[in-house]
């Protein structure tokens, strides 16, 4: 260590700054390991029952138990989302379902309504309960309120500003989580039953198809009875909508630190393992860099270009410095952003012959230029060479899924590497 | 077996329609002030409440004050004065969704019945009987609940009030962001030009295929609005949904003429005291359905919401 070196340390040590949570989502068991592979400290996912998305695949109490076991070898928690606002039909499984959740290992859940709370309480006390965003808790005496409950967490809605995440943190002693990165509710989240509205789906139980971000025509009612109603656009204007943009705080992972925040939470149960990893290992770059030397810490481009390659929505930063303009949602058709996909997953790679052994997710072929990036800053692209399945027959295209395939990377790889094509 | 009628309760927007309200056949109102209550059908000045509380008692008439908002920390200070004042009125209850309204209470040593009402949130007993403890003594439930499911939630609650809107319409969604003002931004240069959002400029959204569906839309210091297409309306089924006794049927008056609502109060007046006087002879009289679509607007229907049906997810 340089003598610059170790005063950075010792600034970085003075000012007691305080390590965040990574919080990834994770669809299924596969995205869950990837998620902590690539540096996320916590994961949460659904189960069968009680959560929101209810399209998800969702973990069985078994696969809980293996996600579990898997995430505490890197020292990761398993968190599952029992986020729904309960109906009467709801309530006779609680308990038998949490008392699976607590046997199964899991370490909190995300709770919505205070029936899952109260209920977690009495039957599975090993289980931390986390106040899920869907309460919208956005001021400090709410957030005292949930401590003084008995929960350990509070997620705050995504309506709170950092000044108001500062004072929330200055004057309740409770852990505080919030969302950094992925889709929002444009309502108070919870506030919303368009849904059940539009196509009689339940949007609190899981149901929510989104209806937000349809297009709609605005008009404003003729007090003439006889008159028509008068449109609030022109004709070529884009449709209203209610659609707001994804959020990303990439670019101001120093001032979440220096707020207290404690866990920095990503959105994503239905995204993919392409972009669950890219999401992860950039904010989990930043992070890193910041604390290790805050004084020279400088926002690397890459990051920022790593989550363009996964983000298939225009990105804003919400509430956190002030109120969402225009430019913070989407009228008229959304952009499709998405210009990476996840093409394959290293196996293996040798070091001698520098042949890589790899399990296809998506078409590619010799000649493709790739792209491989794994965490501890793996990141490197290169033109796909010949291709040779298992037993060694040579290949004019990796077309089939799960198919396991080698050919030349002239960089080292590991394990769990991904590589990722251009699209279009 | 005594039966207990329920109250038939109203929002209401200036003092004039809670003498109107009271006099057509309410027993109690349900107002709100613009800095502390969303989507309240007029505003009450902090000393327009005080007269209001005055009046309606002098009426015989309770008045149920809306904080059901959701607070962010600028807000609190003002709700404790609010809350203090409240108290010293004497008003009958304070709405609330919001937790917060229980901690600033608790902190001011102040007691006033509290009915929990998160809107689409209070969907189901045990979570009423949570909000119980924690000190509301009424639950107002969800719009989109069926009727087994009102019916099973007063069965399963001891004491606590349940308290049903049978008319009106209801927020399908609240946000914090001001959305129209966006939407106008972005339209830019575009000819058509608005800066007023309020309710009264009576906008509304068209579903690109639910076409003659209107939904009211408006925003407001608390964000954006959009409020259903339909009206409930339960007078035609009101001997089975008071099958079991509810405490409370609301009329919601919001973006209503004092007219309006004056004639769905009478209406529901009649038909309560009429079920009440003989449950078993009851019959819905035709001449209240029709008096209500007398006023109704023709491009919104009247149906029975969520009573009938069975939701997915």
């Known amino acids: 260590m340089t003598l610059q070196q170790s005063i950075d340390k010792s600034a970085a040590h003075r000012r007691k700054l305080h390590k965040p949570e990574l919080l990834a989502p994770a669809g299924n068991l596969e995205k869950l390991k990837m998620a902590v592979h690539y540096g996320a400290d916590a994961v949460y996912i659904g189960g069968q029952k009680y959560g929101l998305r209810s399209n998800a695949d969702n973990f069985s109490f ?149 209806s937000c971000r349809w297009q709609y025509d605005l008009y404003q009612k003729n007090g003439n009875p006889v008159a028509a109603d008068i449109p609030l656009f022109a004709e070529d204007d884009p449709a209203f909508s209610m659609s707001a943009k994804d959020l990303f705080m990439i670019q101001n992972v120093p001032a979440l630190i220096e707020s207290g925040v404690d866990s920095f939470k990503i959105e994503g149960r239905m995204k993919t393992v392409h972009y669950v990893a890219t999401v992860v290992n950039a904010y989990r770059q930043a992070i890193d860099s910041y604390l290790d030397n805050p004084d020279r810490y400088v926002l690397k481009q890459e990051w920022l270009e790593e989550i363009y390659k996964a983000a298939n929505r225009p990105l804003n930063d919400g509430f956190f410095f002030d109120s969402p303009a225009a430019k913070d949602h989407i009228f008229g058709p959304e952009d499709k952003l998405v210009s990476y996909d996840f093409a394959g997953l290293v196996l293996d790679y040798d070091a001698d012959t520098k042949i890589a052994t790899i399990q296809q997710r998506n078409y590619f072929k010799p000649e493709y230029e790739v792209e491989f990036f794994g965490p501890n800053h793996t990141l490197f692209h290169q033109k796909v060479e010949t291709i040779w399945d298992d037993k060694g027959n040579e290949l004019d295209a990796a077309r089939h899924p799960l198919q396991v395939v080698k050919f030349k990377v002239n960089q080292p790889l590991k394990p769990m590497d991904i590589m990722r094509k251009k699209l279009g | 077996m005594n039966r207990n009628k329920p109250e038939l309760l109203v929002t209401a927007g200036s003092l004039e329609e809670i003498q109107m309200y009271v006099k057509a056949g309410a027993d109690a109102v349900n107002i709100g002030e613009n800095n502390f209550g969303v989507r309240m059908p007029g505003n009450f000045t902090t000393l327009d409440i005080k007269e209001a509380i005055e009046t309606a008692h002098r009426l015989h008439a309770k008045v149920y004050v809306s904080i059901n908002n959701l607070y962010h920390n600028d807000d609190l200070e003002a709700l404790s004065v609010y809350l203090q004042q409240l108290s010293e009125w004497k008003v009958d209850a304070v709405v609330f969704g919001d937790p917060a309204i229980i901690m600033l209470m608790k902190e001011l040593n102040i007691q006033i019945p509290l009915h929990w009402n998160a809107e689409m949130l209070s969907t189901n007993y045990a979570t009423a009987t949570y909000w119980e403890r924690k000190g509301a003594n009424r639950v107002v439930l969800a719009r989109e609940l069926n009727l087994e499911e009102i019916h099973d939630t007063k069965r399963n609650l001891q004491s606590m009030e349940v308290q049903v809107q049978v008319h009106g319409m209801t927020n399908i969604y609240h946000s914090r962001r001001e959305l129209l003002q966006n939407y106008a931004a972005h339209q830019g240069k575009s000819s058509v030009k608005q800066d007023d959002f309020s309710m009264e400029k009576e906008m509304y959204l068209v579903e690109e295929e639910r076409e003659g569906l209107q939904f009211p839309i408006f925003e407001d210091d608390n964000g954006t609005h959009v409020m259903s297409a339909e009206d409930i309306c339960l007078i035609e089924v009101l001997d089975e949904l008071l099958e079991v006794d509810l405490d409370s049927l609301k009329i919601e008056g919001i973006m209503k003429s004092a007219a309006y609502n004056e004639v769905v109060i009478a209406c529901y007046r009649e038909a309560i005291d009429q079920y009440y006087a003989n449950p078993e002879e009851y019959e819905c009289n035709p001449a209240w359905l029709e008096r209500i679509k007398k006023v109704q607007d023709e491009h919104r229907e009247l149906t029975f919401g969520f009573l009938f049906k069975e939701q997915v997810y």
Request: proline share 2%.
């Open chain 1, 62 to 210: 078994d696969e809980m138990k293996q996600a579990v076991e898997y995430a505490s070898r890197y020292d990761a928690k398993v968190f599952v989302a029992t986020n729904i606002f309960a109906h009467n039909e709801d309530i006779e499984g609680i308990a038998a379902y949490l008392e699976q959740l607590q046997e199964a290992g899991i370490s909190a859940i995300i709770a919505a309504d205070p029936i899952i709370m109260e209920t977690a309480k009495q039957v599975a006390p090993k289980v931390e309960v986390h106040v899920s965003t869907q309460q919208s808790s956005v001021n400090w005496r709410t957030v005292q309120y949930w401590k003084e409950e008995g929960a350990p967490r509070v997620v705050l809605g995504r309506e709170t500003s950092m000044q108001e995440i500062i004072e929330i943190k200055k004057r309740v002693d409770v852990e505080i989580e919030v969302f950094i990165h992925g889709a929002m509710c444009s309502s108070y989240s919870g506030r919303c039953v368009l849904s059940n509205h539009f196509t009689d789906r339940d949007s609190n139980r899981g149901g929510c198809c989104q």
